[in-house]
């Protein structure tokens, strides 16, 4: 096996629906700057309140990916 | 910009169906009582389990509101 | 089983003989302004010192109590 | 009330489609070598990625059960 | 010594100026609602950047203050 | 010296009358399962509270135990 | 409202003057490579001390700034 | 009022009987070697097992005292 | 590819000589309880000194091994 | 480079006016006993309140110093 | 002395050699695309088991780098 | 058994062969000043990196000897 290296950015992901959603958000975009990308951890859920009902989720996620020597 | 104040309130919901409705149930009994709700952040993610499967969902929130000058 | 609500309070309780009776000192005091108290978590234990001896304990406690809907 | 014992074991449920379903795929697993589930608390929410979408969500998970006398 | 009882309300000031200031505000208008403020903890600092600069420091307080018997 | 291998089971104990006691019930349950039990740690004190007083504490240990080679 | 999402950087400022001042030099810093900054972090303040004296600030930061689709 | 500077010693004391013992026990050995101590604060509390039962408390505690300029 | 469960038991192994070797010896005698291991993570180092020196080190693993439907 | 080892003391300075005012009051009062302070990090920042108003700001640090060979 | 700006990255190395290795492993890679590395920090140690043996240890650190000004 | 009272201090070692080395050379210029070391823990590992290499570790221990009574 080889020793990989995995690099790891932190981004926010929002949405209206769900905290499930707000991950798959962040994921997407994320993919549009990075390859390879390998896992994804939660580290903070929260999100804003409009006229006394959730507006919409954000979930901070670490992500990492695959770093390819150079 | 003015300068805001916001005071927090911690809060726990609970919900049979996910933790998406258990952190809804919370936000709007915290409406009836505090007005200009802005932001909550989810700090623990708990349940009961009955019969070997999940009973209900319970989310505890800070939920943050702007403070009126009085 | 219905959607339950719980609110929950921060307090610090002093007592000069025992960390049980700081929380029962918190709790009670507590008791006069809030009803329906379920549970208490500790989440700080200090006191102070006076003349190289133990003066006070000093307890802070969240205490969870149900939101009756208004 | 008797003096209650609760054991905690730790455990890892993944699912492709949420995170409650995470957390029940835990739940049941565990339900069938341990009796009397009282109740979870999540400490994790992780997941795989794969070609740039999430494969699967892992949630970790402390679940209390009583503790039968022997 | 008489057994204390202090209760901890949580609340985030702003301030243009400084996190002194920002502490400032908060105290300032806690104490339009509180009586017998004794003391304070930071435990977070935030802002908001605008146009590359900072617009306003956000410090979140814990206040202590002694709960009157009733 | 050997090098030597222990095992941590947590637990959780209740008693009515202290946070010591609770201690020793969960140890003294724990004793009835495994063998060479070794240290504790504190890892959490809760408690539930019934008309306005506390019913009983709750207190999370972390127990070490010698693991014997098989 | 769009789905938002925000990466975050973490940053370190130093100052000789105040830690204010070591939380712009960051921020001003950080504007010469990402654009649309939204908010900041602290989360750690340190420096170091010569001849008994502090001789400058270091405050770490995290800054979040909207992600541009591509 | 005066700038105080407190310095914070950290300790470890122990009993076979409670854990205020065990605090008491740290802080008058404490004050063997430093005066004016003014504060404490309990940051782990373990403990050894010993043939079933609890051997004795392990309390470690910071403590503050009033440093005098020199 | 299928939900896996996993599940999670915490251990510390001892060693003389290092740091991993001291891991590989919890490693070990844990695969004569378990079957499956996947992972590890470190939680805690630790050691003992004996006349000045260290004895050994002490390091608290949590191991995660598939949890094989029954 | 030799192998340098750090002391690390714990002392909480105050002071009416900022909170760097309080780190340089705790950083030249420990000055007075050690020698050789290279760093410090800040782990607390909380205050006194008086009649609605800060009267002082309370900054824990921890100081590294070198450690001379002796 | 000049006010330095660092920005941190955070990466995991692997080896199946020993921790040292796998910080290493990390830091020689990244310095493939950052220059100026100035320090790193542990904040995490992990690994993998295959057939009840270590396959390879993983440590993710955060490296700091001088942020030069463009 | 007599009722034990430990003291802790925190101290930094530095190698540059490894982290196991570091620890050792913290341990033993500690036994310059204090007697009867007990154990360690490790809170910190870090170090600095030099052209793109890691030119020492920096493991910030709490030691823990026996306080004799005087």
């Known amino acids: 096996m ?3 290296v995995y690099k790891i950015l932190e981004i926010v992901g929002s949405s209206q629906t769900s905290i499930e959603d707000a991950i798959s958000t962040a994921v997407e975009l ?3 700057t990075v ?3 390998d896992w994804f ?3 903070e859920t929260r999100g804003h309140i409009k006229d006394g009902k959730i507006a919409h989720y954000q979930v901070a996620l670490k992500i990492g990916f695959t770093l390819e020597a150079q």
Do not use: C, Q
């Open 2 to 4: 080889k020793n990989h």
């Open 30 to 32: 994320a993919g549009k």
């Open 35 to 37: 390859r390879n990308m």
């Open 41 to 43: 951890e939660v580290i």
